[in-house]
Nanobody, 118 residues
Framework: QVQLQESGPGLVKPSQTLSLTCTVS??????????WSWIRQSPGKGLEWMGA???????YYSPSLKSRTSISRDTSKNQFSLHLSSVTPEDTAVYYC??????????WGQGTQVTVSS
């Protein structure tokens, strides 16, 4: 059973960089052909896919967030991380990590609330 767990600060100041880490257990992030994604849901809005890092290390981003988003990984810890720069209150959301295969997301973390406020 694959399990994902998000971790990181719950409060970030405007203009700072939001950094979250997803720890994966029950499966390796280097296993073909899985992609490891970040998704968020802002208050009153639907789910927004932010980006993903593939099993071999290539990364992909939503065009609307590409200029501010970076996803990295630490294979020794079986973790992958999200970095979102220059945050504003509009980036306040519940952030989820998930595993993606063949175009659908099959395992999700429980989500972590991040609030952007001074």
């Amino acid at each position: 059973q694959v399990q994902l767990q998000e971790s990181g600060p719950g409060l970030v100041k405007p203009s700072q960089t939001l950094s979250l880490t997803c720890t994966v257990s029950g499966g390796s992030i280097t296993t073909s052909y899985y992609y490891w994604s970040w998704i968020r849901q802002s208050p009153g809005k639907g789910l927004e896919w932010m980006g993903a890092i593939a099993y071999e290390g290539s990364d992909y981003y939503s065009p609307s967030l590409k200029s501010r988003t970076s996803i990295s990984r630490d294979t020794s810890k079986n973790q992958f991380s999200l970095h979102l720069s220059s945050v504003t209150p509009e980036d306040t959301a519940v952030y989820y990590c998930a595993r993606e295969q063949v175009g659908y997301l099959d395992y999700w973390g429980q989500g972590t609330q991040v609030t952007v406020s001074s």
